[in-house]
């Protein structure tokens, strides 16, 4: 049964005795200070900050708290507290809430809009989404849905929220630009969590009193799937390539693996006592699951569907939150009204590569062209680099005047000719360009009239001198030709950037093609 289920309302602050004020007041200024410094010992991290699986800190939040979501740049950490109909921010910074936001009746879920500019909490026993405005903190709309609220999920673009109604057996489907209902999906019995699939398609819904998990169609808002799991299935969390949907059934202290294409469990967990929050990690390696009935956080290795390790928490954890940039995750224990941080296993070194020129315009005869190769590592540990650098359909039709050079030692370029090496390590979050120029040939002497610079792993070169960058990955093409062969190109339709002028021996068009390639 949802935690709430006999929820009464709060009782409100007690009032002060007629005397004796004075002493009450000293003894609860001692006690404010004491608390203060105690959370603050809380929420310093220990020596061991950096251990992986262990929690570091402690923060205090309001009463029974519940769902937790944290903004997209990382900074904000929104707590639902159901006990006091209350939404603590946390700075996550400081580890400490520096606000206190008055919402509906009950608030359980909490969610962000991907980007970042409100909070939508769902108000259990008013039966409401509060819609909060992250950048002032004030709630600028109030959205009635069905009978009990609890999971929410956006779409990818934030046009509309899914919102699970448990006990009116429904879905609303909110549009966040009117901030109304604009359908109300039937569901089975007690809908509670929601996921959505990357790419928008799809709402995943825990069905916990029928054991079964929903499909719904989001362009036709119909359920196109129904797939049984576990006992009381309540949170539910899909992978980052959406091929796998992980649910947490409370009743069997397990975890459901369901294959997305075909719709079938394909693995089943246990873990540990009434499973109810569940996450998975940005790279989806990694799940992580709230044992509200054992106090602990499973870890389960997505590879394996083993679980690696069995954190202790704070009294009865539910909801789960990761910070962005993969170094902890949040968990809020509704029996002691805290937030446990745990510190997490840093995420694997991740390659980002750009390659860029600064042309801009009609090539001429000896014009010099600028390369720009820009490589970083967006991971959490260092990573190699192994990239080859083709130059033979550029130096057809043009001369090499200066590099390849790196900016950093991290980096070396290695090679000769038309064919250069980039390798080396790049460490967490670091950036490393290698630049070059060129200066094209007089058209007379050029090859076949067009530019084309690879950067690719060396066992993906292209064989010879290729003509364009049709099929091949990070790549820019510079193509140039006389009006006979090639005629002018409308550039909005084409999707290019086309411009002739007249020079030398014929007319040139410049293609320009930009790319950005993650290994």
Not at 245 to 261: E, K, L
Not at 276 to 282: C, N, S
Not at 381 to 397: C, N, S
Request: aromatic content about 4%.
């Amino acid at each position: 049964m949802p935690p709430n289920a006999t929820l009464s309302s709060p009782s409100g602050g007690r009032a002060h005795p007629a005397t004796g004020r004075r002493r009450h007041l000293t003894s609860r200024f001692v006690a404010a200070v004491v608390a203060a410094i105690g959370m603050m010992l809380s929420v310093m991290p220990a020596a061991h900050a950096d251990t992986a699986d262990t929690v570091i800190a402690t923060i205090g939040v309001g009463a029974r708290p519940f769902g937790m979501a944290i903004t997209p740049d990382g900074t904000r950490a929104y707590v639902a507290n159901l006990g006091d109909d209350s939404v603590s921010v946390i700075d996550t910074a400081t580890g400490t809430v520096t606000a206190t936001i008055p919402v509906g009746a009950g608030p359980y879920g909490v969610t962000i809009t991907p980007n970042g500019a409100h909070a939508y909490v769902t108000n259990t026993v008013s039966n409401t989404v509060s819609v909060i405005d992250t950048a002032t903190y004030a709630v600028t709309a109030t959205i009635p849905v069905g009978d009990r609220p609890y999971g929410v999920a956006f779409t990818p673009n934030g046009a509309r929220a899914y919102v699970a109604n448990w006990v009116g057996f429904t879905v609303s489907v909110i549009d966040t630009a009117t901030g109304t209902v604009t359908a109300t999906i039937p569901a089975e019995s007690g809908p509670f969590g929601v996921a959505m699939t990357p790419d928008g398609t799809r709402a995943y819904v825990t069905n916990t009193g029928g054991d079964t998990v929903s499909v719904i169609d989001t362009a036709t808002n119909t359920i196109v799937a129904t797939i049984p799991v576990g006992a009381a299935p309540y949170d539910v969390a899909i992978n980052p390539a959406g091929t796998r949907a992980y649910v947490a059934n409370q009743n069997s202290n397990t975890v459901s693996v369901i294959d997305t294409a075909t719709g079938t469990v394909i693995a089943t967990i246990p873990v540990g006592a009434a499973p109810d929050g569940l996450k998975i990690t940005a790279d989806g390696t990694r799940a992580y699951v709230a044992n509200t009935g054992g106090s602990t956080v499973s870890v389960i290795d997505t590879a394996t569907n083993a679980v690696t390790a069995t954190i202790p928490v704070g009294a009865n954890p539910y909801g789960i939150a990761f910070a962005p940039d993969g170094t902890k995750t949040y968990v809020t224990n509704s029996g002691n009204d805290t937030v446990s941080v745990i510190g997490m296993p840093p995420l694997p070194g991740k390659l980002q590569v750009t390659h860029t020129s600064d042309a801009a315009g009609p090539l001429q005869d000896g014009q010099v062209v600028n390369y720009t190769v820009t490589l970083t590592n967006t991971g959490g540990q260092p990573i190699a680099v192994d990239r080859a650098l083709a130059l033979a359909g550029v130096l057809d039709d043009a001369d090499l005047v200066s590099g390849p050079t790196s900016s950093d030692g991290a980096l070396v370029v290695n090679g000769a000719g038309d064919l250069f090496g980039i390798n080396g390590t790049l460490a967490p979050g670091q950036t490393v360009t290698v630049v070059y120029s060129v200066v094209t040939k007089p058209y007379a002497d050029q090859g076949d009239h067009n530019l084309v610079a690879v950067l690719a792993d060396p066992a993906n070169l292209p064989a010879g001198v290729p003509g364009s960058c049709t099929g091949l990955g990070d790549c820019l093409e510079v193509a140039t030709a006389d009006t006979a062969a090639v005629p002018m190109v409308n550039a909005a339709v084409a999707g290019v950037v086309a411009a002739a002028v007249l020079a030398g021996g014929g007319v040139y068009m410049f293609t320009r093609r930009r790319k950005s390639t993650t290994a």
